[in-house]
């Protein structure tokens, strides 16, 4: 525990690294996100160092100069160059990404090889890589620096601002770009339920899918009588196709564990846990040398800024249970039981970890709430829609030609996250054919999907309700054409199966019959009777389940249903896959406006089943066909179809 | 008559053996509530959870044995089989699925001669299994060996990773 | 918030009904005589919220669970809607789907409530297909059989086992849809933790764990010409057996189960309360000789089979305070194999002693290899209540019409003291008539000790005895138990006696006795014996004219030597990997380390009875100053179990004798050297 005098003066730290950053000639950031990490990024990293020192250049690795509190020094001059690492930047698939500042240069798939060259050519001499920059796959122009990359254009970012700049191993660079203000301002200048209150005008609602308005979730705890009480926050982020909170720990986790601090003066709790998902190692690990160096800087521990708050952090990690983000389950898991969710009332703002008063919020709320402090409830309403203020992250994937991490103001529409960010929609080939988007599944295996007469919803918490979908935790997968929908739905069907913690009957059991039904319509053995039955179930199990695992599991179920009902149908009546994706099912045909009868796919067909005149159309016989699908793959002019 | 084995070693071996679930738990203070971190250090330490540990651990912390096989086999990341020398984990999540993960499973699977439910090697080389998502979505399908990611993967490539290792050389991506 | 206690109204089904203390609306709705759904709720137990069957739907709420749900005044609740009728027949359906359809040949057929809201709720058809794969059925325990295919994972068994009993024998495995409720490592119930109290059983709504049938087993000795087969009756199964013949709960039906016996074949029918009599009276003496000596104090009882086991595992250093005597069944037993014999002109192994019991861990006790002679056990056969029912109705009568007929003599015999042993407290009150009588002339004792009866889980009195006063502690629940055992082991309890019970209210409340699910019911069955021992003419054992002439005749006095061996026992300690390494013998400087391995394989393989004998042998060697014994974890070397270190030798498949050997063998070996310079 740090000591009650020390009092960390955070405009001292500030100013003695804006000093240290005036020394800075140009600064080079590599991106340092799992995804890039994967791709190559440290090498990357450290190529810089080397090929700047063989240079004979003076290199940094990190702004820390002399002591706050000492005399401050004349500036020196600028001829150093910083070699840094920043979190996710979100582009992770053009990875491993680099920028040159002060140029604002910006590098994709950068190898070690190419150091040299960036070096001479952008850091020494002034120019650019015109190979390493992006490239648009529409325009096919090169885009020197990320305000002329679609992708990034387009967003708004408030909680990952910091994320593809600051270095998140570094305290200092944290403070210095404002943080830790907002919780000093918490703890000396505003009471508890002041801060309660503002964040109930920000109008915040929980980023982790339901949506709950977290001012009034804190003014429960808050009210509740007791000394004990805990802050948890959820980064058990499971849902598959979703990573806005990893990036959010991994690449500022000062910002989360000031959110808490926030929220834990909010309620009077003088303890808290982050609990971390175990598939993500380089998050646990910027996580507990944060609080390390919070602890340092006495902005955890006893009497932070020298009041008689006291504050403290944990983290536990994840053993792998997708049902422990549902909060009473990770509260059960803190505890040492198995992660199995528990009927409410109570809530754990009544009585949570231990049975006493406890908040459990989602990574990006908690880092969204030092935003609000600091510029005030107005400014975070005026972004986002009346119902849903601020941003909101996103995992964009699937058939799009630029996936990766996305903040976008609540009231964005669908078309423009597709379109714009995303760049489009690829089809089967990997084309960009916009007439190939089919749907977005969004939310996740609790989600639903939404069709092309949605794509110009404004998109918040409410607003997807009445079509059947939820923001969820933010996981947005666009599918083109050639995607199955009931494949789609068997995929999240399975992983709610696996994931169910199999107490309650009605999840338990329910989502192994709905799996099973649509292993049957997928295989070709449904009966009309399957469907009725799928329908059935999926009520029941949304109606009666004991916990939100239960209750939304359903959903890619009902939704899918909802709107591609004559893609089951066919699968059952017709015994045919529309998508041409389920194996037993699919019959290829060939489109004979699009046939020049160049006989790819006669050779590639394993059982001679295509015939034709050369330069004339071609045909499929049916009875033949073992539905293999290499005429497909074989085509240039997709002109094999699946009817 | 009983056969006798020089086992001039036993003793030391066990208590070896013993010693550091004694030291994981000392270090918990034998508090019940964290048995899912003290059950994720033993892992750590013996790779998986022997069940006479687990018994161990049951009875240090003053909770039923059946309870603490409950929380063990609860959560996917314990094992209660050795796994193998090498571990390698393939991403399902959804964008990783959409990308043709199942191909890279198959294909791992057969080159290993796992069938059924078997997810490590008889020869204790190899543990195959999938994780739900790894979040790594951008280098979908992403598989990750002994800790490593590998983004963007094929079959053909998932095999000659493990190809690398089979040859013992040092994995250099 | 308004008081909880002062009634106030809600609706339900558009009836005006009131609540006041209920803790949940599924209580308020039993109150207003609807029987809601529910496999999962239990009035004693946790609020688990899984089963899905209790929904009601409430104005402005939804459907909601009524288990979960806190009565609110001027709520509108509707228990059957279409729509709830329609989910609660889904659940019941899903359920029916992967269970295991074999209800004729059930065990719990027409007892189930599994198969009894399939009815109410008109399932018609299972539209659901069977998706899991038939698991083996767990016949390893002597007392409970355990079919995982029946299960349907409520977590009542869980609960009780855990909650009431504090055992944990079994819980949840695996998750999702692989989950099962077994003991730990998937192992069998018979090498578990399993005290045999057999709540779980009682417990369980369909037939996945139910008590052992020895039945067949039975039949065959009473259609066996040489074979004379005697019965003894447990006093709590006379006040229940008349409940599954729908007879009022409380019904006293001792003559009609000696009818029913007799026309089964039973050539004897006795009392157990003879023998509790006996007891009381060893007990007694034994409580007074302690009191006396100041010694190992406080007493617990010892009739409770799965008390004793729970105290072998979990409190072996208070093994000491338990009572040597052996239970009234035990009792019964070895006394009637040492005089029925010639009593009846039969060969001994040709007399069947058959109990019937309301307890489960009674068949349990009853296989102790402490309680045979000669490789035959002093009691054959235990039945519990229940299989006596079913034995009644497969002779095709019913009890109810029977009349009722005399018990036999010299063992049909007993004191009201013998029959309040069914009730929890009884015991207790039993020992306390015989102390005070030894204080006082037998006109001026006290019959009845108000105090030491009741319902609460953990009660206690003082009771003056010739000018001192008695501490007694009376329990039921083993969670209770548990808790008054840490307190006499941490030296906070201040006991001369106390009376432990594991099921709920004493064996009134039996795992064997018909099922019930109503707390008014064992009311009924503990008033009923109070009821008996008002209205027979002694009250106290001492006064039962049958012990009177056993102790004449053969065993002298109480707490003889005739009477030790016959009527008393000792314990084992069954506790493993307690404080590792466990030492058994610890000399100051050993010349020789043994280790017995206790991990799993080598504790089934039997090492912890090994360690057991080999402390017997030590001393009987006198070798307590020379060889260090411990219990220890795995050699790793499992396939060769039990195993056990000498030294530095590994005796693995290792029986006393070739551990025994092999010391000597060392011993010898480290002699030589000394003995040569001279």
């Known amino acids: 525990m740090t000591t009650a005098t020390l009092t960390v003066d955070l405009e001292a730290i500030a100013a003695a690294y804006q000093r240290a950053a005036g020394a800075i000639r140009q600064r080079v950031i590599v991106c340092a996100g799992t995804g890039c990490m994967a791709s190559g990024a440290m090498r990357v990293y450290e190529a810089f160092t080397r090929e700047l020192a063989r240079w004979g250049l003076k290199v940094e690795l990190e702004l820390t100069s002399d002591e706050p509190n000492t005399e401050p020094t004349p500036p020196p001059a600028p001829d150093r160059y910083l070699v840094s690492r920043s979190g996710c930047q979100g582009f992770c698939q053009m990875g491993p990404l680099v920028t040159i500042q002060p140029y604002n240069v910006f590098y994709v798939k950068v190898t070690p090889e190419d150091v040299p060259e960036i070096v001479e050519k952008t850091l020494l001499g002034g120019e650019t890589v015109d190979r390493l920059l992006y490239v648009d796959p529409r325009t096919k122009k090169r885009a020197p620096s990320t305000d002329h990359i679609a992708f990034y254009k387009q967003q708004h970012r408030l909680v990952l601002a910091q994320c593809g700049l600051i270095d998140p191993e570094k305290i200092t660079e944290y403070i210095a770009f404002g943080g830790y203000a907002s919780a000093r301002l918490a703890l000396t200048q505003l009471q508890p339920e002041q801060i309660c209150q503002i964040i109930t005008e920000s109008g915040l609602r929980g980023r982790g899918g339901g949506g709950f308005p977290t001012g009034v979730k804190w003014d429960a705890a808050r009210r509740q009588p007791g000394n004990q009480k805990y802050v948890i926050c959820n980064g058990d982020e499971g849902d598959p196709g979703a990573f806005m909170d990893r990036s959010v720990m991994e690449g500022n986790p000062h910002a989360v564990l000031e959110g808490m601090i926030i929220a834990a003066r909010a309620i009077g709790a003088d303890s808290g846990y982050i609990y971390v998902r175990a598939e993500y190692p380089l998050a646990v690990q910027r996580l507990r040398k944060a609080i390390s160096q919070a602890r340092e800087f006495g902005l955890l521990g006893e009497n932070i800024f020298g009041t008689n708050f006291s504050f403290d952090v944990e983290i536990m990690e994840g053993a792998g249970a997708f049902v422990c983000g549902e909060e009473t389950a990770l509260i059960a898991s803190i505890e040492g039981q198995r992660g199995m969710p528990r009927p409410k009332p109570p809530f754990p703002a009544q009585a949570g970890l231990w049975g006493k008063p406890t908040i459990i919020n989602n990574v990006e709320t908690l880092a969204t709430v030092p935003l609000i402090l600091r510029h005030g409830p107005e400014r975070f309403r005026s972004v986002g829609t009346p119902s849903s203020p601020g941003t909101k992250t996103f995992a964009l994937t699937g058939h799009v030609p630029n996936t990766g991490l996305i903040e976008v103001p609540f009231g964005t529409t669908l078309r423009q996250i597709i379109f714009d960010i995303g760049g489009g929609v690829t089809n089967a080939k990997g084309r960009i054919r916009d007439d190939a988007f089919k749907a977005v599944q969004i939310g996740g295996p609790s989600g639903g999907c939404l069709t092309r007469e949605h794509l110009d919803l404004p998109l918040d918490f409410d607003s997807l309700r009445e079509f059947g979908a939820m923001v969820g935790s933010g996981g947005l997968v666009v599918t083109n054409s050639q995607t199955c929908m009931v494949q789609l739905a068997r995929f999240f069907m399975q992983f709610t199966q696996n994931e169910s913690c199999g107490k309650c009957v009605l999840c338990r059991e329910g989502t192994k019959q709905m799996l099973a039904l649509l292993d049957e319509i997928i295989e070709g053995r449904a009966t009309p009777r399957s469907l009725d039955l799928l329908e059935l179930l999926a009520h029941a199990v949304q109606k009666g389940s004991l916990c939100g695992l239960g209750k939304t599991a359903p959903n890619p179920v009902l939704s899918t249903l909802r709107y591609f009902r004559e893609e089951y149908v066919a699968h059952v009546e017709k015994k045919r896959c529309p998508a041409g994706q389920c194996r037993a099912l699919a019959m290829p045909t060939i489109v004979a406006e699009r046939c020049r009868g160049c006989g790819l796919c006669v050779r590639a067909c394993p059982v001679g089943a295509i015939a034709g005149e050369r330069k004339k159309p071609h045909v499929i016989d049916e009875k033949r066909c073992i539905r293999c699908g290499a005429c497909f793959d074989a085509c240039k002019l997709d002109a094999v179809a699946y009817a | ?173 | 918030m308004t008081p909880q206690n002062q009634p106030q109204k809600l609706i339900i089904d558009g009836r005006e009904v009131t609540f006041g203390r209920e803790r949940n609306l599924l209580e308020v709705c039993r109150k207003a005589d609807i029987d809601i759904p529910t496999f999962c709720y239990h009035s004693h137990l946790s609020v688990y919220g899984a089963c899905r069957l209790c929904l009601v739907e409430i104005e402005g709420q939804g459907i909601v669970t009524s288990c979960t749900t806190v009565p609110k005044a001027g709520m509108r609740v509707r228990t059957n809607s279409p729509e709830i009728r329609e989910m609660r027949r889904v659940a019941v359906e899903l359920l029916l789907a992967n269970h295991d359809r074999d209800c004729p040949t059930c065990p719990k057929n027409a007892a189930c409530k599994l198969q009894s809201l399939a009815r109410r709720l008109g399932v018609r058809e299972v539209r659901f297909r069977t998706l899991t794969p038939a698991l083996p059925v767990d016949r390893s325990s002597p007392a409970l059989e355990r079919n995982p295919n029946r299960c349907i994972l409520c977590g009542d068994c869980v609960r009780v086992c855990c909650e009431i009993q504090s055992v944990g024998a079994i819980d949840f495995a695996y998750r999702g849809a692989q989950t099962v409720v077994t003991p730990a490592f998937g192992k069998s119930l018979g090498d578990s933790e399993c005290v045999h109290c057999g709540q779980c059983a009682g417990v369980c709504p369909t037939g996945a764990i139910i008590p052992r049938q020895d039945i067949e087993e039975l039949w065959r000795f009473l259609a066996d010409p040489r074979k004379k087969v005697i019965a003894q009756i447990a006093p709590a199964v006379r006040v229940a057996v008349g409940e599954a013949f729908g007879l009022p709960a409380g019904t006293v039906a001792t003559g009609q189960i000696a009818a029913a016996l007799r026309r089964l074949g039973f050539a004897q029918v006795y009392d157990t309360s003879f023998a509790a009599d006996l007891t009381v009276i060893e007990e007694g003496t034994e409580f007074l000789k302690r009191k006396s000596q100041g010694d190992k104090l406080p007493m617990f009882t010892s009739c409770c089979p799965a008390w004793v086991k729970f105290a072998e595992q979990y409190f072996p250093d208070l093994l000491s305070n338990l009572s040597t005597c052996r239970s009234p069944q035990q009792m019964f037993g070895s006394l009637a194999k040492e005089i029925l014999p010639s009593a009846l002109g039969v060969e001994r192994e040709n007399l069947v002693v058959v109990s019937i019991m309301p307890c489960t861990a009674k068949k349990f006790e009853a296989q102790r290899p402490e309680f045979a002679r000669d490789g035959m056990r002093d009691v054959d056969i235990v039945l519990t209540t229940q299989e006596l029912v079913s034995m009644i109705e497969a002779h095709g009568l019913d009890l109810a019409q029977l009349r009722p007929e005399a018990l036999d003599l010299p063992f049909g015999h007993k004191s009201g003291a013998g029959v309040i042993f069914g009730a929890s407290g009884g015991v207790a009150e039993a020992v306390l008539r015989y102390v005070v009588s030894r204080n006082y002339a037998t006109d001026l004792a006290r019959i009845e000790f108000q105090e030491v009866r009741g319902t609460a889980g953990l009660r206690d009195a003082q009771i003056e005895v010739g000018g001192a006063q008695l501490r007694i502690a009376v329990v039921h629940g083993l969670a209770n138990a548990r808790q008054i055992a840490e307190k006499v082991r941490a030296g906070k309890a201040e006991y001369d006696l106390i009376e432990v019970m594991a099921c709920p209210m004493g064996c009134i409340g039996g795992a064997g006795q018909p099922v019930t699910t109503r707390a008014t019911t064992l009311a009924k069955r503990a008033a009923a014996l109070y009821d008996i021992d008002r209205c027979v003419e002694i009250h106290t054992a001492q006064q039962n004219p049958a012990v009177q002439e056993c102790y004449r005749t053969i065993l002298g006095s109480p707490s003889s030597e005739k009477a030790h061996a016959l009527l008393h026992t000792h314990y084992r300690n069954r506790r493993r990997g307690v404080a590792w390494p466990v030492p058994i013998a610890q000399p100051h400087k050993p010349q020789l380390e043994v280790s017995v391995c206790v991990g799993t394989n080598c504790y089934l393989s039997g090492s912890g009875e090994l360690l057991e004998r080999l402390g017997d042998v030590i001393r009987a060697n006198g070798w307590e100053d020379k060889i260090a014994v411990k219990g220890t974890f795995c050699f790793e070397n499992c396939r060769q179990s039990p195993n056990v270190a000498v030294g530095e030798v590994l005796v693995e498949k290792a029986t006393v004798e070739a551990v025994v050997e092999e010391i000597e063998k060392q011993l010898a070996h480290q002699q030589e050297p000394e003995l040569a310079p001279r």
């Open chain 2, 1 to 173: 008559m009983a056969g006798c084995a020089c086992a001039s070693q036993v003793g030391a071996n066990h208590e070896k053996r013993f010693q550091k679930v004694c030291e994981i738990l000392d270090y918990y203070e034998r508090n019940p509530r964290l048995l899912v971190p003290i059950l994720q250090q033993v892992q750590e330490v013996y790779h998986y959870l022997p069940s006479e540990i687990l018994e161990f651990v049951a009875t240090s912390l003053g909770v039923p044995t059946a309870h603490v096989f409950g929380v063990a086999t609860f959560y996917a990341h314990f094992s209660l089989e050795p796994k193998g020398k090498h571990h390698i984990k393939i991403c399902d999540g959804t964008a990783c699925h959409v990308k043709g993960s199942t191909a890279i499973l198959e294909a791992i699977r057969e080159k290993l001669n796992l069938s059924g439910s078997a997810k490590t090697t008889d020869d204790m080389l190899f543990t195959v299994e999938t994780v739900s998502c790894l979040g790594a979505c951008g280098l979908a399908p992403a598989v990750v060996v002994d800790e490593q990611v590998h983004g963007n993967v094929t079959p053909a490539q998932a095999l000659s990773l493990i190809e690398n290792l089979t040859e013992g050389k040092e994995e250099n991506q």
